[in-house]
């Protein structure tokens, strides 16, 4: 007989949920007090709730401040897409080696969802299917580490995307999962390895990382607007090498 979940257990999923489907917006604070009268649980419970969830890179605690969750920084969403695309190629890999046919029928059933929601405008559930399909295929690789951590670097592309996305219809992510399983079932790997390293690079295209760090301005562009203010009797401008010099100086 299934072990009921306790109210911990409730609570954790009940956050992180709210945290992948961004009801639970980055740099939002959460309360240890109100946390623990909504799920009616004591201070040790919320705070092993909140251990749970800081490990799983959605939420930040420590010190006196109330727990926030995460707010990834650009190096962060970065780095996340890069681990993100090298688990994706071992599932595909280990997914394909030990493929049958109640694969598919596990992930059409999983496609037929993404495609109701997709029809009907609910972006939220969307993306919480669409990370969903990438995990049931990390299940189906049989390594238990493998579909812990995929399940983990998508819950924080969730929080990724929440701070950079972009609206986008979902009906892509649905095509491309779709390819994806064609080719697992024609059993060509190459194939379907490409695939999902395109589609991955198609979600992180959504999320604007690249125009992002295209956009960092460099040094001197920041001080552009600078180099010719006074103060104190100083002015500064451009030297022939576009770099700043100090004229006029009144001490």
């Given at each position: 007989?299934?072990?009921?979940?306790?109210?911990?257990?409730?609570?954790?999923?009940?956050?992180?949920?709210?945290?992948?489907?961004?009801?639970?917006?980055?740099?939002?604070?959460?309360?240890?007090?109100?946390v623990g009268a909504l799920f009616s649980m004591s201070?040790?419970?919320?705070?092993?709730?909140?251990?749970?969830?800081?490990?799983?890179?959605?939420?930040?605690?420590?010190?006196?401040?109330?727990?926030?969750?995460?707010?990834?920084?650009?190096?962060?969403?970065?780095?996340?897409?890069?681990?993100?695309?090298?688990?994706?190629?071992?599932?595909?890999?280990?997914?394909?080696?030990?493929?049958?046919?109640?694969?598919?029928?596990?992930?059409?059933?999983?496609?037929?969802?993404?495609?109701?929601?997709?029809?009907?405008?609910?972006?939220?559930?969307?993306?919480?299917?669409?990370?969903?399909?990438?995990?049931?295929?990390?299940?189906?690789s049989g390594n238990a580490i493998l579909f812990r951590?995929?399940?983990?670097?998508?819950?924080?592309?969730?929080?990724?995307?929440?701070?950079?996305?972009?609206?986008?219809?979902?009906?892509?992510?649905?095509?491309?999962?779709?390819?994806?399983?064609?080719?697992?079932?024609?059993?060509?790997?190459?194939?379907?390895?490409?695939?999902?390293?395109?589609?991955?690079?198609?979600?992180?295209?959504?999320?604007?990382?690249?125009?992002?760090?295209?956009?960092?301005?460099?040094?001197?562009?920041?001080?552009?607007?600078?180099?010719?203010?006074?103060?104190?009797?100083?002015?500064?401008?451009?030297?022939?090498?576009?770099?700043?010099?100090?004229?006029?100086?009144?001490?």
């Amino acid at each position: 007989m299934a072990k009921s979940p306790n109210r911990a257990d409730q609570a954790y999923v009940a956050l992180k949920r709210a945290i992948i489907d961004q009801a639970l917006k980055p740099g939002e604070k959460l309360p240890e007090d109100e946390v623990g009268a909504l799920f009616s649980m004591s201070r040790t419970l919320v705070r092993q709730v909140f251990g749970k969830l800081s490990s799983d890179g959605l939420i930040k605690i420590g010190g006196k401040r109330p727990a926030t969750v995460v707010t990834p920084s650009l190096d962060d969403a970065v780095a996340t897409f890069q681990v993100r695309r090298a688990l994706e190629r071992e599932v595909i890999r280990l997914v394909a080696g030990r493929w049958n046919p109640q694969f598919k029928s596990v992930l059409a059933n999983h496609l037929t969802k993404e495609v109701a929601a997709a029809g009907e405008g609910e972006q939220t559930k969307s993306i919480r299917l669409a990370g969903e399909f990438h995990i049931l295929l990390a299940e189906l690789s049989g390594n238990a580490i493998l579909f812990r951590y995929v399940s983990e670097i998508v819950t924080r592309c969730s929080l990724v995307l929440a701070v950079f996305g972009r609206p986008h219809s979902a009906e892509c992510g649905v095509l491309e999962h779709t390819e994806i399983i064609h080719a697992l079932e024609a059993g060509d790997v190459a194939a379907a390895s490409r695939l999902m390293d395109h589609h991955i690079g198609e979600v992180e295209n959504r999320a604007l990382i690249s125009s992002v760090q295209s956009e960092q301005p460099t040094l001197a562009k920041k001080l552009e607007l600078y180099t010719n203010v006074e103060e104190g009797g100083s002015k500064t401008t451009k030297n022939s090498k576009g770099g700043l010099r100090i004229v006029g100086s009144g001490t």
